[in-house]
């Protein structure tokens, strides 16, 4: 099982971005999926997490700027980020909950995505 996360870059101050995280192998459920980040000399944050009935929840820092959507039949998570700050500055990493063979559920990480937001 793997998750393939995209989308980062470089982006102005109040621009705007979308990552996309996509999920492979033998997977018979997806129980969560989420984006976390994790800035130079900080922990690691929860950004925003979706679980399979489409029940989201959000980092505090976020205050509706941000929006985690999914895709059930690609497997595929997304999140919109608007309104970005230079703070927002971070590697942001795709995790998911995954049913797998055996019907185990196991923790995922993809590798991380850099989003640069400059001043």
């Known amino acids: 099982v793997q998750l393939q996360a995209s989308g980062g870059g470089l982006v102005q101050a109040g621009g705007s971005l979308r990552l996309s995280c996509a999920a492979s192998?033998?997977?018979?459920?997806?129980?969560?999926m989420a984006w976390y980040r994790q800035a130079p000399g900080n922990q690691r944050e929860l950004v925003a997490r979706i679980i399979s009935g489409g029940y989201a929840n959000y980092g505090d820092f976020v205050k509706g700027r941000f929006t985690i959507s999914k895709d059930d039949a690609k497997k595929t998570v997304y999140i919109q980020m608007d309104s970005l700050k230079p703070e927002d500055t971070a590697v942001y990493y795709c995790?998911?909950?995954?049913?797998?063979?055996?019907?185990?559920?196991?923790?995922?990480w993809g590798q991380g995505t850099l989003v640069t937001v400059s001043s």
């Open positions: 192998g033998s997977i018979s459920g997806i129980h969560a």
């Open positions: 995790n998911a909950h995954l049913q797998t063979e055996g019907n185990i559920v196991r923790e995922y």
